[in-house]
Each structure stands twice: as C-alpha cells, then as structure tokens.
C-alpha cells in the first residue's frame, strides 16, 4: 500500500507551496513590470517550456509551471513572481487567461529597441496592455 507522505516530508518548491503526485498548487506568474519590455530571458531556462507571448508581454502558463524558481533570477527586471507574494491574484488571474490563447515562446529574441525607457513606469498596465497575441516560436 502506498505511503501517503506526513506534511513535513512533502516536496516544498521555492515559493514555499507543495506539490503532491500530479496535483497543481502553485505557479510563478509573469507581472506588470514586463509590458514593453519583454527581454526574454526568461525562456530558454524553463524546463517544461511554459512561457507564452503577447504583443508586448509574456506570461506564465499556471497548470504547466513546476514550480522550480529558475525563470525568477533570470529576469533582467524582476518580473517574475511566485504567487504566494502579496496581491498577485490579479497577475496569476492574467497569466492564466492569456497562456490559454497566447502561442508557446521557448526561444529568445530580441528585446523591443525602446525597453529599457519603459523599465521603472509605473501604470503600464492600463497603458499599454495589449491583449492581442505575439508571434511565438
Ligand atoms: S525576462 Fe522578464 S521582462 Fe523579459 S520576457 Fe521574461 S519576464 Fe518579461
Ligand atoms: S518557475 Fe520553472 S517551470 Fe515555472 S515558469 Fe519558471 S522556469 Fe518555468
């Protein structure tokens, strides 16, 4: 009969969530910080290729992150999040909602030439979000 492992013996990802057998707990999600910048170094690094493209933003598929944390530090801009920091639910909602129309990206390409101007703005959000989806790979 299977062992059914006693809570301090399960598998603890980074952000600090468990994930149990095929049971999905938690994920990182993509936030506001990338709209228009979108430098992409984020997607060579996941191992189960879970990013995906819109116009001027990524986002993270939330039933298909494992929860490794590889992404996060890979990000020139901080833009990655695990989800169990506060008032994320609007960026995991986001990121939920998108990966599910926008296409696959597992492979870099070039930042937009004008990123670096967009870095610290705040309200890019309801700026400059745009629903429509990017090109992928
Ligand atoms: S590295 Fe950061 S800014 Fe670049 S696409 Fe990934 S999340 Fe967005
Ligand atoms: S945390 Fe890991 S699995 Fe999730 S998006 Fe980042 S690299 Fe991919």
Known sequence: MPKVPEPGGLN???SGRHALGQVRLMTYVVTEVCIKCKYMDCV???????FYEGENMLVIHPDECIDCGVCEPECPVDAIKPDTEPSLDRWLDI???YSDSWPNITTKKPAPPDADAF???PGKF???FSA???EGD
């Open 12 to 14: 603890l990802g980074p």
């Open 44 to 50: 060579e690094v996941c191992p189960v290729d879970c």
């Open 95 to 97: 990121n939920r909602q």
């Open 119 to 121: 870095v610290n703005e």
């Open 126 to 128: 309801d700026k400059y």
């Open 132 to 134: 429509n989806p990017g």
